[in-house]
């Protein structure tokens, strides 16, 4: 099963992420090249969302505090030159980087999830960040036509941070009580429960697993568990037991 990492080895992979990103936007054929994982953008528009979310998060660490209303991000806009631009993204993932440092991992600040399981800080803040870059340098490749497979550590952490951080919730479920079960291949199986509490989740071993029913089950590696989550595959590429319209009912938010 997983555990979380600790601060640094999260902004060694932001770090690293960020790397692969750029070297995707450098191999793309054109800046101009569609995202097919994120209609109607541009892997232009793609570069500007990721460093600018960058510099958003890097103020928010450094400037607010919990409960604090949302700050407004600073309206810069990335370079289209395809150097500049990598340029940009760099001293973008930089500034996260060393505001992340700076803060350390136990300063409160603004975030926009609820802080049941995922705390509003700067380890919640660098776990966020991780796999929004994991998941959008993919998208990049995407888009440059090369994409490939999540790395497994990176993308082990991204399911349990995507569970804990968007799907833990107190808003009620409208539906009938439900439990969904995420096995990922030799990596670890976490459960999904819906009910008039709202949503949270559990690990599980294979044998709590294997004595309990859930009402669905999916099955895939840990990088097809990642980018099912992320709406990056079709829900038809993994192997579905139970309810096979759970899963559609839980990525539309009921």
Not at 114 to 131: D, I, Y
Not at 202 to 221: F, I, M, Q
Request: aromatic share 8%; hydrophobic share 40%.
């Amino acid at each position: 099963m997983t555990e979380q990492f600790s601060f640094p080895a999260l902004l060694q992979m932001i770090d690293e992420r960020s790397a692969a990103f750029r070297a995707a936007v450098a191999a793309a054929p054109s800046l101009d090249a569609d995202v097919p994982s994120c209609p109607g953008w541009t892997l232009y528009d793609l570069a500007n969302h990721l460093s600018e979310g960058d510099r958003f998060w890097a103020y928010i660490v450094l400037n607010t505090a919990p409960g604090d209303e949302r700050p407004s991000k600073d309206g810069k806009t990335a370079p289209r030159e395809r150097e500049a631009l990598i340029a940009w993204l760099a001293d973008s993932t930089e500034q996260l980087i060393n505001a992340l440092r700076e803060a350390g991992p136990d300063r409160g600040c603004w975030a926009w999830w609820e802080p049941l399981a995922s705390p509003h800080t700067g380890a919640g803040v660098a776990r966020r960040r991780v796999p929004e870059t994991l998941i959008h340098t993919y998208d990049a490749q995407l888009a440059s036509g090369a994409p490939q497979e999540l790395p497994t550590t990176e993308a082990v952490d991204a399911i349990e941070e995507f569970l804990a951080t968007v799907c833990t919730v107190t808003v009620p479920w409208p539906h009938e009580p439900a439990t969904m079960d995420y096995h990922a291949e030799g990596a670890g199986i976490w459960r999904q429960t819906v009910d008039a509490g709202g949503s949270r989740f559990t690990r599980l071993t294979a044998a709590e697993a294997a004595e309990s029913k859930p009402t669905a089950a999916v099955y895939g590696t840990a990088s097809e568990m990642a980018l099912l989550m992320y709406m990056r595959i079709p829900n038809a590429s993994l192997r579905m037991e139970g309810d096979a319209d759970l899963l559609q009912r839980l990525q539309n938010g009921g």
